[in-house]
T-cell receptor
Framework: DQQVKQNSPSLSVQEGRISILNCDYT??????FLWYKKYPAEGPTFLIS?????DKNEDGRFTVFLNKSAKHLSLHIVPSQPGDSAVYFC?????????????FGSGTQLTVLP | EPEVTQTPSHQVTQMGQEVILRCVPI?????FYWYRQILGQKVEFLVS????????KSEIFDDQFSVERPDGSNFTLKIRSTKLEDSAMYFC????????????FGPGTRLLVL
C-alpha cells in the first residue's frame, strides 16, 4: 500500500537550473509533509516541511508546493548546485493516534551536473 | 540541525544472534522513533516510543523486536534472533517539540546478518 509515491526514481539537472521533485499521496488524512535529503550510509536530513493549511513554504533555495486537491507536492531547488546531488524523500504524517510516524516515498536520486 | 546519535555505526552478526542498537535522541523529548531502510527500498516506520511505552508499531515490529529506555537517556532497539532479512540501515528519530511532525534522524546503524 503505497500511500506516498515518488514516481521518478532519478532526475538530472544542470547546475544553476531549477530542480523539481514530485510526490503524490493517497491518504487524505495526511496533514503534514516533509522533504528529506539522504546520502548513502547516512541518516535522512530534514530540508523543509509544509502543513496542509498552506500551499507554499520557502526556505532559501528550497520551496515546497502543496496541491491538496490533487494530493500532490513538489520540491523546487533554485539554483541547483552539485552538492544537492543526493536521494530526496518526501514523507507525510497524519494525526492518527499521537505518534505521528512518517510514511516515506521511495525516493528520487537527484544528480546536479556541473 | 539538532543532533541524534546512534551506536554502533556498523554491526555484523550471525543469523539467530541478538543485537542491540543504541540511540541518544534530542534531550528532553517525549517521542522517539525507530525506522529502517533495506538496501534500495524506502524508509519504513518500525515503532514509536512515548513516556517509556510503545505508542505505535508497524507490522514489521514483531515479537523479535523490543525497545527500551534503560537509563533515561539512551534508547535501544533489540532484535532477539536476527534473520537474514533484518539486514538494513536502522535509524532513530526524534522530533522537536516546537516543530510538530518534524523528525530529526540519527546517522543510522548498518546491520548485516550473515
Amino acid at each position: 500500500d503505497q500511500q506516498v509515491k515518488q514516481n521518478s526514481p532519478s532526475l538530472s539537472v544542470q547546475e544553476g537550473r531549477i530542480s523539481i521533485l514530485n510526490c503524490d499521496y493517497t491518504n487524505s488524512m495526511f496533514d503534514y509533509f516533509l522533504w528529506y535529503k539522504k546520502y548513502p550510509a547516512e541518516g535522512p536530513t530534514f530540508l523543509i516541511s509544509i502543513s496542509s493549511i498552506k500551499d507554499k513554504n520557502e526556505d532559501g533555495r528550497f520551496t515546497v508546493f502543496l496541491n491538496k486537491s490533487a494530493k500532490h507536492l513538489s520540491l523546487h531547488i533554485v539554483p541547483s548546485q552539485p552538492g544537492d546531488s543526493a536521494v530526496y524523500f518526501c514523507a507525510a504524517s497524519d494525526p492518527k493516534g499521537s505518534a505521528r510516524q512518517l510514511t516515506f516515498g521511495s525516493g528520487t536520486q537527484l544528480t546536479v551536473l556541473p | 540541525e539538532p543532533e541524534v546519535t546512534q551506536t554502533p555505526s556498523h554491526q555484523v552478526t550471525q543469523m539467530g544472534q541478538e543485537v542491540i542498537l543504541r540511540c541518544v535522541p534530542i534531550s528532553n523529548h517525549l517521542y522517539f522513533y525507530w525506522y529502517r531502510q533495506i538496501l534500495g527500498q524506502k524508509v519504513e516506520f518500525l515503532v514509536s516510543f512515548y513516556n517509556n511505552e510503545i505508542s505505535e508499531k508497524s507490522e514489521i515490529f514483531d515479537d523479535q523486536f523490543s525497545v527500551e529506555r534503560p537509563d533515561g537517556s539512551n534508547f535501544t532497539l533489540k532484535i532477539r534472533s536476527t534473520k537474514l532479512e533484518d539486514s538494513a540501515m536502522y535509524f532513530c528519530a526524534s522530533p522537536l517539540a516546537d516543530k510538530i511532525g518534524t523528525q530529526y534522524f540519527g546517522p543510522g546503524t548498518r546491520l548485516l546478518v550473515l
